[in-house]
């Protein structure tokens, strides 16, 4: 069972570069959601969807882009890296509908980026 | 607005004693809680959740934690700490598809 997979698990980048992490996961989840982890602060939500075709902004959207083609895929686009995009990246998911509602979210490995 | 506060930036317990992590939210209805934890370079995983029914909830690893609606609270407790406890941990709260996560607790258990 291989869950929720993310790539890359490491990438530097140069300033104003632009790249997309990728996240996939296998257990038919309507739920992703991408969060960004930096010292002290926790995880802060970036994106997230409730299903293919269907996106909303989190607490930190600025200079990120996602779209959810497939119910699987739900890759994070950053458009033009800034250092303070320098993190590490989570993908999660979940199931919220029907009678499999935990709530419970499943998490990726992560992606640790720095951006130059 | 939904939050979560984890007052303890860092605890340090002895093995074998104690522990509680403290987690207070804010939020207009009953939420759904969760504990999460976090070994260094991994993701989080899932300790235990309260969604409703009885407020003292059992978890993975010899966890529970209580929800105290009046306290807006949901401690989280273990009756003796092992080594390999040591990790970071996350209280969150779930609601209208938004999950919003504590700034964490890392836990440092002297040998």
């Known amino acids: 069972n291989a869950g929720v997979t993310q790539t890359p698990k490491f990438q530097v980048l140069k300033t104003g570069q632009s790249m997309t992490l990728q996240c996939a996961q296998d257990?038919?989840?309507?739920?992703m959601s991408w969060y960004r982890q930096d010292p002290g602060m926790g995880l802060r939500l970036i994106h997230y969807?409730?299903?293919?075709?269907?996106?909303d902004q989190g607490e930190v959207p600025n200079g990120y882009n996602v779209s959810r083609s497939t119910t699987e895929d739900f890759p994070l686009r950053l458009l033009s890296a800034a250092p303070s995009q320098t993190s590490v990246y989570f993908c999660?998911?979940?199931?919220?509908?029907?009678?499999?509602?935990?709530?419970?979210?499943?998490f990726g490995e992560g992606s640790r980026l720095t951006v130059l | 607005a939904q939050s979560v506060t984890q007052p303890d930036i860092h605890i340090t317990v002895s093995e074998g004693a104690s522990l509680e992590l403290r987690c207070n939210y804010s939020?207009?209805?009953?939420?759904?809680l969760f504990w999460y934890v976090q070994s260094p370079g991994q993701g989080l995983q899932l300790l235990l959740k309260?969604?409703?029914?009885?407020?003292l909830v059992q978890g993975i690893k010899g966890f529970e934690a209580e929800f105290k609606r009046s306290q807006s609270s949901f401690n989280l407790r273990k009756p003796s700490v092992h080594w390999s406890d040591a990790a970071e941990y996350f209280c969150?709260?779930?609601?209208?598809?938004?999950?919003?996560f504590g700034t964490g607790t890392r836990l440092k258990v002297l040998a």
């Open positions: 969150a709260v779930g609601a209208a598809r938004k999950y919003i």
């Open positions: 969807s409730v299903g293919a075709g269907i996106t």
């Open positions: 939020y207009g209805a009953t939420p759904y």
């Open positions: 309260y969604f409703s029914g009885d407020t």
């Open positions: 999660a998911s979940s199931q919220t509908s029907g009678s499999l509602n935990t709530g419970e979210l499943f």
């Open positions: 257990m038919n989840h309507e739920y």
